[in-house]
């Protein structure tokens, strides 16, 4: 058994960060559920951006396209919406077999809607009836729009992976959105039990933000703690998650066959080449989570890793080493807040070069 075929019997799925057509018509998709257990797929922006630059599959497509479609935004629609479905097709097995836990597709609504509610929800159900596929997530960000667009489409039983969270505050904030979502379904009497949500809190961005402000503090104390806030802060999280779904307040919802909205880490490759390859891996590994691992940080984990149940060690060290940034005036949800926002303006600039890509 290989460390990845290993990190999925400790319970945690382990998602390809990345969609190309490249990797659906050369195998390499197929291959990597087969040998390495990946069970489900997330995109974004930037992925895609990059998948048109990278990939020979597209040209015809876009030719064709640009001779019959105006609209640059639904050019890139007719390119990446068939990708989406070929790896949810590829992905059914993996859905059936978990009784609809696991196999899932990610497809992110435009990031310019991230403040409009209205127009996530309507945009979130448009894209799930061009996809018609019964394992798809669809992204809608976890600003205070986006979560009532997530508790809106929960209650109409569209599934939804709440993206771009900083925080453990922010986390928090898209499970009671789910619990009100998935409760507002079960009072309208529709069926709750096949109702799916994750919740990607971001990693590797933290610490580059937070070792910043570490290293303009530079005390022994702030440099020591440099690489660590991302961790702990997952750490905390994951208690969070444990609280909230094994505690009275989803007892009732899943006495009728709800299942709790795991906990995604994202932006699990470091950033900072002085930091261990695994660093957001290892340290985060634990039932009921899923990782969504690019291909560089998929290969390490391959070659090197060494997986074991973690993410409930060392819990009351994370809380040490949150309190002690907060003695050091750093405020990780204010950090979250400006990360957030940073993230949104990323994937929209991401947006907006990708459709420049099909002019």
């Keep these: 058994m290989n460390a990845t075929r290993h990190v999925t019997t400790l319970g945690q799925s382990l998602w390809l960060d990345n969609l190309s057509r490249s990797l659906i018509r050369d195998g390499t998709l197929a291959s990597l559920i087969a040998e390495d257990g990946v069970s489900g797929v997330t995109s974004n922006p930037s992925i895609f951006q990059n998948a048109l630059a990278t990939s020979p599959y597209y040209a015809d497509d876009l030719a064709r396209l640009k001779a019959a479609q105006p609209d640059a935004e639904r050019r890139y629609e007719a390119l990446m919406i068939p990708d989406v479905q070929a790896a949810c097709d590829l992905l059914d097995p993996v859905f059936e077999a978990s009784g609809g836990n696991d196999g899932y597709v990610s497809l992110e609504v435009a990031p310019r809607w991230a403040h409009d509610a209205p127009k996530t929800v309507a945009e979130a159900q448009r894209l799930a009836g061009l996809v018609d ?8 960000p ?23 969270l900083f925080s453990v505050a922010q986390v928090q904030a898209v499970f009671d959105a789910y619990l009100r979502g998935l409760s507002a379904r079960a009072h309208a009497g529709a069926d709750i039990r096949r109702s799916k949500a994750v919740a990607s809190l971001f990693l590797s961005r933290v610490d580059t933000l937070v070792d910043k402000q570490l290293t303009e503090i530079g005390t022994q104390e702030a440099l020591s703690l440099r690489g660590k806030a991302a961790v702990a802060m997952a750490k905390r999280a994951y208690q969070a998650y444990l609280q909230t779904f094994r505690g009275d307040a989803f007892a009732g919802l899943a006495k009728q066959g709800a299942t709790p909205q795991y906990l995604l880490w994202a932006s699990s490759g470091v950033k900072n080449p002085d930091y261990h390859d695994l660093l957001y891996v290892e340290p985060l590994i634990g039932p009921e989570t899923i990782n969504t691992l690019p291909d560089k940080t998929l290969a390490a984990l391959r070659a090197h890793g060494q997986p074991a149940l973690r993410v409930s060690d060392g819990v009351d060290e994370a809380a040490m080493q949150l309190a002690e940034l907060a003695r050091l005036g750093i405020d990780m949800e204010l950090v979250g807040h400006r990360l957030q926002e940073d993230g949104v303006k990323l994937f929209e600039e991401a947006f907006q070069k990708l459709l420049a890509q099909t002019a």
Excluded at 133 to 140: A, S, Y
Excluded at 144 to 149: N, T
């Design 142 to 164: 976890g600003t205070s729009e986006g979560l009532a667009a997530f508790e809106a489409l929960t209650t109409l039983g569209v599934n939804v992976n709440v993206t771009l």
């Design 133 to 140: 596929r019964r394992n798809l997530l669809i992204k809608v």
